[in-house]
DNA sequence: TGACCCCGGAAGTGCATT
DNA sequence: AATGCACTTCCGGGGTCA
């Protein structure tokens, strides 16, 4: 399951489409990221970072990925992420802490874009999320999707929910429940601003159980995704990212 | 001047996989 | 048991702003 490799295991792919379908060389540093985000390309984005072999490197991609794309179809909208309308702000936190519990979420999934182009606007994939011009999935509806059937779960986040998708779960919130914690700056750049950093910060602390989170221990996390193009800051702006 | 941001290095942690 | 991953924790350093 391409989903599952490592970044190894990408250039492995590379090589061997390299190798298989006779491409001109290819530009491995474009593609340092692991299956998963490789899995939330789609072919314009397999293109821009290999000109004249993306069509190949995409297909050879699609064929490799097992069933779990036909199974996209069980799109349960279980959304018992929406299902509270709490009014204050704290049980809000709790609700939301609770809804996203990584226990109960086995497969964050939904791992919709981020991982952008290195140089080009990393955003076409985070923000249109929503809009889905990825294979398939909506975050919020493969959250509850615990185990799913066949236990298929996304794997490499099984450990509990990542950082970025946390965060793009917040910030695609349908209800926009959490935009005075994070919020879209520029949806079609895919600039977000983080409102309430020390908040925040705390949503992730519950989150992970690390009750001493702050915004500081956040934004290294953050920083860690500017090495493998997840994330970008956007110089200048505070608490903005790309 | 102090409070915040932002940056990355280094070491450590918890969990999953091999 | 070893290894890898995704952070977490700590920190020194630089910059901006009131």
Redesign the pocket.
């Known amino acids: 399951d391409p989903r599952?490799w490592?970044?190894?295991d990408v250039v492995t792919f590379l090589r061997w489409c390299e190798r298989e379908f006779d491409l001109p060389g290819l530009d491995l540093d474009k593609f340092q990221m692991?299956g998963?985000a490789l899995c939330l390309l789609n072919k314009s984005d397999i293109a821009e970072r290999a000109p004249g072999s993306g069509d190949v490197v995409h297909n050879a991609l699609q064929l490799l990925l097992p069933a779990a794309a036909n199974n996209a179809h069980h799109h349960h909208h279980s959304n018992q992420a929406g299902s509270n309308s709490g009014s204050q702000s704290d049980s809000e936190e709790n609700d939301s802490v609770q809804d996203n519990s990584p226990a109960r979420s086995?497969a964050p999934s939904t791992p919709i874009h981020l991982v952008p182009p290195p140089m080009s606007p990393l955003a076409t994939t985070f923000s249109s999320a929503a809009s889905s011009k990825n294979m398939d999935k909506d975050p919020l509806a493969t959250t509850p999707d615990r185990n799913g059937g066949g236990g298929d779960g996304l794997?490499?986040?099984?450990?509990?929910?990542?950082?970025?998708?946390?965060l793009q779960q917040l910030l695609n919130d349908p209800s926009q429940r959490y935009s005075h914690y994070i919020a879209w700056k520029n949806r079609e750049t895919g600039v977000f601003k983080?409102t309430d950093?020390?908040g925040l910060a705390r949503l992730?602390?519950i989150?992970?159980?690390?009750?001493?989170?702050?915004?500081?221990?956040?934004?290294?996390?953050?920083?860690?995704?500017?090495?493998?193009n997840?994330l970008?800051?956007?110089?200048?702006?505070?608490?903005?990212?790309q």
């Open positions: 599952t490592a970044r190894e692991n998963k086995p794997d490499s986040g099984s450990n509990g929910r990542l950082l970025w998708d946390f983080i950093p020390a992730w602390g989150q992970k159980n690390h009750p001493s989170m702050n915004y500081d221990k956040m934004s290294r996390a953050l920083r860690y995704y500017y090495r493998v997840i970008r800051k956007v110089q200048g702006e505070r608490h903005c990212y």
